[in-house]
């Protein structure tokens, strides 16, 4: 049973009478309504479209400036390099500033609270000065002036207590009430 008009035994399950489909009996063969023609049209009658718009008008074809061309760099030892590859033994990027130079300027500029965020600041500056010797980058005037700063504010910070121990010796901060 593959098709339902194969068999009588589909048309009786169903409620056909058992007879198959190409009999033509009334029942078997399902019957569709007459169309008459339509009184009016099946789809809607539109009026007529207004003309397209005129066309755009024609410019004429500029040409674009070619990108520019940058000299090639000359190989390096001798080799030559793939097209589009940068040859190996380049010059290096510079690697930005470096983090040793702001850590010694943040830290000097500590240091006028307190001395030993100018000893901080001088150390992290020589550090830094000898890392951008050795690798390049930036920054070189950051470590310059944490150095400087660090050794100004603890050259300040010394001179106060030399004197706050001066003053404190000599009596100078006496505050006993005492009258003769």
Same mark, same amino acid.
């Given at each position: 049973?593959?098709?339902?008009?194969?068999?009588?035994?589909?048309?009786?399950?169903?409620?056909?009478?058992?007879?198959?489909?190409?009999?033509?009996? =009334?029942?078997?063969? #399902?019957?569709? @309504? $007459?169309?008459?023609?339509?009184? &009016? %049209? *099946?789809? +809607?009658? !539109? /009026?007529?479209? =207004?003309?397209?718009? #005129?066309?755009? @008008? $024609?410019?004429?074809?500029?040409? &674009? %400036? *070619?990108? +520019?061309? !940058? /000299?090639?760099q000359p190989p390096v030892y001798g080799a030559t390099p793939m097209p589009g590859y940068q040859p190996y033994g380049?010059? +290096?990027?510079?690697?930005?500033?470096?983090?040793?130079?702001?850590?010694?300027?943040?830290?000097?500029?500590?240091?006028?609270?307190?001395?030993?965020?100018?000893?901080?600041?001088?150390?992290?500056?020589?550090?830094?000065?000898?890392?951008?010797?050795?690798?390049?980058?930036?920054?070189?005037?950051?470590?310059?002036?944490?150095?400087?700063?660090?050794?100004?504010?603890?050259?300040?910070?010394?001179?106060?207590?030399?004197?706050?121990?001066?003053?404190?010796?000599?009596?100078?901060?006496?505050?006993?009430?005492?009258?003769?």
């Amino acid at each position: 049973m593959t098709n339902p008009g194969d068999s009588d035994e589909w048309w009786k399950q169903y409620g056909g009478s058992g007879v198959s489909p190409e009999s033509g009996a =009334p029942g078997s063969v #399902p019957q569709y @309504p $007459q169309q008459q023609p339509p009184s &009016q %049209p *099946s789809t +809607p009658q !539109y /009026p007529a479209q =207004p003309a397209p718009p #005129p066309s755009q @008008p $024609q410019y004429p074809n500029y040409q &674009q %400036p *070619s990108a +520019p061309q !940058y /000299p090639q760099q000359p190989p390096v030892y001798g080799a030559t390099p793939m097209p589009g590859y940068q040859p190996y033994g380049g010059y +290096p990027q510079p690697q930005g500033t470096n983090g040793l130079a702001i850590g010694s300027l943040v830290s000097s500029l500590v240091g006028l609270c307190t001395c030993i965020g100018s000893i901080v600041g001088i150390v992290l500056g020589v550090m830094a000065l000898n890392q951008i010797k050795e690798r390049g980058g930036e920054g070189r005037g950051m470590a310059l002036a944490g150095i400087w700063i660090g050794a100004i504010t603890l050259v300040l910070g010394l001179l106060y207590i030399v004197f706050v121990m001066v003053l404190g010796f000599a009596g100078g901060f006496d505050t006993s009430t005492s009258t003769y």
